[in-house]
């Protein structure tokens, strides 16, 4: 009887033993890894001899885009940087994925099938670490008019997450104040013309050297004309230049006026101009041979789409040449001119001495 019992036991031990259910007793926590590095994935399946056991890839945003591995002991990917092992002692099946891409990040999910509708599953993520990559659409540059506000966008992917800053050219102050600023936009209420230039948005995570774009920040504004000298004096049958510096944006129209005349290059003046910058020009008149009806008030004026400035130079007369300016010289066809300067000079350094 003893000899019955125990067979019936065994019996019945091996039929529970047949129904029990397949479990996924281990999987692999998650992996952080870096680019060209080799990581392994384990799943320990118990009572899973009689079932397929498959190891397949989702990519992490989800939906139906899923690449299948390997099916039991063989795999079915054939790609060199990817090896399996199977260790019967544990039921484990090891996924081995050498030279990680950057493409290799995803959720790897070890699926269990118990029939063609069941199916028992773990999954592990693999994060890859990657030096930041900014966005497109990231801005590039912009042109504003002065006093519209203003908002500079930086995104950049990569793993973990980069960090964004702002800096300006030369370590100028930001118009949020201080010379950094951390977050993806940059505000600025009221731009001014002192906020033009260009700015660094640079993306940081640990991994390189980060990555960095210019923009250029054009702002549009309303010419400010300032005189060097406004007023000046010169002997008649003399030359003289009269200055005005301009800054504006987009370059303005000058114009030199004298009398409620726009004066132009003739054999009374000549008109230069110099663009030392996309913002600034100075502009040049030179009174040529002076006459009694030249002397008087000079304007100098400027005009773009966002407004029209101006700034006026005196000339006056003087009965001494005025021999330290540059731009002086001697008028044409004046024979005497060279003896008249000459004894000038000389009279005032003996009245200097006396």
Same mark, same amino acid.
């Given at each position: 009887?003893?000899?019955?019992? &125990? ?20 999987? +692999? ?33 989800? @939906? ?16 060199? /940087? ?8 544990? +039921? ?22 118990? +029939?063609?509708?069941? *199916?028992?599953?773990?999954? &592990?993520?693999?994060? &890859? *670490?990657?030096?930041?990559?900014? +966005? ?46 951390r977050g993806n936009t940059l505000k600025v209420s009221a731009i001014r013309k002192e906020d033009r230039g260009t700015y660094y948005c640079v993306a940081?995570? @640990? ?11 054009? &702002? ?10 406004? /007023? ?68 100098? *004026? ?53």
């Open positions: 009887m003893k000899s019955i019992g &125990v067979i019936l036991a065994l019996a019945f031990l091996k039929i529970v033993s047949c129904q029990r259910t397949p479990t996924i007793s281990y999987i +692999s926590q998650e992996q952080i890894k870096d680019i060209g590095d080799t990581v392994e994935l384990l799943c320990s399946v118990q009572y899973g001899q009689e079932y397929p056991v498959l190891w397949i890839k989702f990519n992490k945003e989800g @939906g139906s885009d899923q690449l299948p591995l390997s099916s039991g002991t063989s795999l079915i990917v054939r790609d060199s /940087r990817f090896a399996l092992r199977y260790d019967t002692a544990s +039921s484990t099946y090891t996924l081995q994925i050498k030279d990680i891409q950057e493409t290799d990040a995803g959720v790897y999910q070890c699926q269990v099938l118990i +029939s063609l509708n069941n *199916r028992i599953s773990a999954g &592990v993520e693999l994060q &890859v *670490r990657r030096p930041p990559i900014i +966005s497109d659409n990231s801005t590039r540059s912009l042109v504003v008019s002065e006093g519209q506000p203003v908002q500079l966008n930086c995104y950049a992917g990569g793993f973990p997450t980069p960090r964004i800053s702002w800096r300006r050219e030369n370590n100028a102050i930001l118009p949020t104040g201080g010379s950094i600023y940081e995570n @640990g991994v390189g050297r980060g990555a960095r774009r210019n923009i250029n920040v054009e &702002v549009e504004f309303a010419p400010v004309i300032t005189a060097p000298r406004p /007023r000046l004096g010169q002997a008649l049958q003399y030359d003289m230049n009269l200055e005005c510096h301009v800054e504006a944006y987009p370059p303005p129209a000058i114009t030199w006026i004298k009398d409620d005349i726009e004066l132009s290059n003739n054999q009374h003046y000549s008109i230069s101009h110099f663009a030392t910058a996309d913002e600034y020009t100075d502009t040049t008149i030179r009174v040529i041979t002076i006459e009694k009806r030249q002397y008087g008030e000079f304007i100098c *004026r400027a005009a773009n789409k966002l407004g029209t400035a101006q700034t006026t130079v005196q000339l006056f007369e003087i009965s001494t040449p005025n021999i330290n300016y540059p731009g002086l010289q001697w008028a044409t066809g004046n024979r005497c001119t060279a003896s008249k300067l000459l004894l000038t000079v000389l009279s005032v350094t003996i009245f200097t001495k006396f």
